[in-house]
């Protein structure tokens, strides 16, 4: 069994900044990448970010040149740094991670954080 724990959401102004944070925790072989997504209220859950494990990245077109994905893998831990947030960004968060465990290859989802932008 994994889990990802995230942190970091809470309260930002228009044009501030905001780090999340999703720690995995677990036993598994390897995992294969991770993101964050996000769902705002009335809208679908939709990609943010996303980091292979070979080192890849990809963004919304929404976030590019704002946000940042990155991991550290001897806290088994991956960060998006959101930079000039908008109030657009306003949403829940949710980590997620596609790994190789015991049980085969999973899909996993963290419980969601909540970044609220206002001024």
């Known amino acids: 069994q994994v889990q990802l724990v995230e942190s970091g959401g809470g309260l930002v102004q228009p044009g501030g900044s905001l780090r999340l944070s999703c720690a995995a925790s677990?036993?598994?072989?390897?995992?294969?990448?991770m993101g964050w997504y996000r769902q705002a209220p009335g809208k679908q859950r939709e990609l943010v970010a996303a980091?292979?494990?070979?080192?890849?990245?990809n963004y919304a077109d929404s976030v590019k040149g704002r946000f940042t994905i990155y991991r550290d893998n001897g806290k088994n831990t991956v960060y998006l740094q959101m930079n000039s947030v908008k109030p657009e960004d306003a949403a829940v968060y949710y980590c997620?991670?596609?790994?190789?465990?015991?049980?085969?290859?999973?899909?996993?989802w963290g419980q969601g954080t909540q970044v609220t932008v206002s001024s």
């Open positions: 997620n991670a596609d790994i190789s465990e015991p049980r085969g290859r999973r899909d996993y």
């Open positions: 677990g036993i598994w072989f390897s995992i294969y990448a």
């Open positions: 980091l292979t494990s070979g080192g890849s990245t």
